[in-house]
């Protein structure tokens, strides 16, 4: 269903699990990030009406799974560790060129975003079918149905606004080099690294 070409090897999920208070910090990091994603997104393109509603709502969702997060880290004992440079979206975000039309940079960004999401609800499903602790793997797996809906909202949104062949043939170069990208990736305790 997400079209990723490179899946996540099962056993991230033995280093997470000795790892939970890092991939928590990592996770509550991700959903920050992911709401001033959307309010980057209300910033730069405001005129696109129906796209800021659904930012609205999606800092709303974004925030209240930071707190989410947060909670858990606090409910242990911790406290929320330092953000660390997400390796995965760095190399990510080099794909597209820089520059083009407005509609190109905002089709570019809503593929970034939907890649993301995509790449962090296969995560949450391996933590909800893996972990141990199946408090956490039950909160992981609520957490990966929403990941799935903001997947394909940034995806429909790239489509409406761009023209839909050149934006599928954009969707398939780029889920190609991020499964380049992933060949290096998936042996540290963070969600997408």
Same mark, same amino acid.
């Given at each position: 269903?997400?079209? /990723?070409?490179?899946?996540?090897?099962?056993?991230?999920?033995?280093?997470?699990?000795?790892?939970?208070?890092?991939? /928590?910090?990592?996770?509550?990091?991700c959903?920050?990030?992911?709401?001033?994603?959307?309010?980057?997104?209300?910033?730069g393109?405001?005129?696109?009406?129906e796209?800021?509603?659904?930012?609205i709502?999606?800092?709303?969702?974004?925030?209240?799974?930071?707190?989410?997060?947060?909670?858990?880290?606090?409910?242990?004992?911790?406290?929320?560790?330092?953000d660390?440079?997400?390796e995965?979206?760095?190399?990510?975000? =080099?794909?597209?060129p820089?520059?083009?039309?407005?509609?190109?940079?905002?089709?570019?960004?809503?593929?970034?975003?939907? /890649?993301?999401? !995509?790449?962090?609800?296969?995560?949450?499903?391996?933590?909800?079918?893996?972990?141990?602790?199946?408090?956490?793997?039950?909160?992981?797996?609520?957490?990966?149905?929403?990941?799935?809906?903001?997947? =394909?909202m940034?995806?429909?949104? !790239?489509?409406?606004?761009?023209?839909r062949?050149?934006?599928?043939?954009?969707?398939?170069?780029? /889920?190609?080099?991020e !499964?380049?990208?992933m060949?290096?990736?998936?042996?540290?305790? =963070?969600?997408?690294g």
């Open positions: 269903m997400l079209g /990723l070409k490179l899946p996540t090897d099962p056993r991230w999920v033995n280093i997470v699990e000795k790892n939970i208070e890092d991939i /928590l910090t990592d996770h509550a990091y959903e920050q990030k992911a709401a001033s994603t959307a309010i980057s997104l209300i910033v393109f405001p005129e696109y009406t796209l800021v509603q659904e930012m709502a999606l800092v709303k969702e974004e925030i209240s799974h930071f707190k989410m997060v947060h909670d858990r880290i606090l409910d242990n004992g911790w406290t929320l560790g330092r660390r440079k997400d995965y979206v760095l190399k990510l975000i =080099t794909f597209f820089k520059g083009g039309s407005r509609t190109t940079q905002l089709v570019h960004r809503l593929l970034y975003a939907a /890649l993301i999401e !995509a790449r962090s609800c296969e995560r949450f499903r391996l933590l909800s079918e893996g972990l141990e602790d199946k408090d956490l793997a039950e909160f992981y797996r609520k957490l990966m149905v929403s990941e799935a809906n903001h997947y =394909t940034f995806l429909r949104f !790239a489509r409406q606004y761009g023209d062949k050149e934006v599928d043939r954009k969707w398939q170069d780029l /889920l190609d080099f !499964a380049d990208i060949k290096d990736l998936g042996k540290k305790e =963070t969600i997408h």
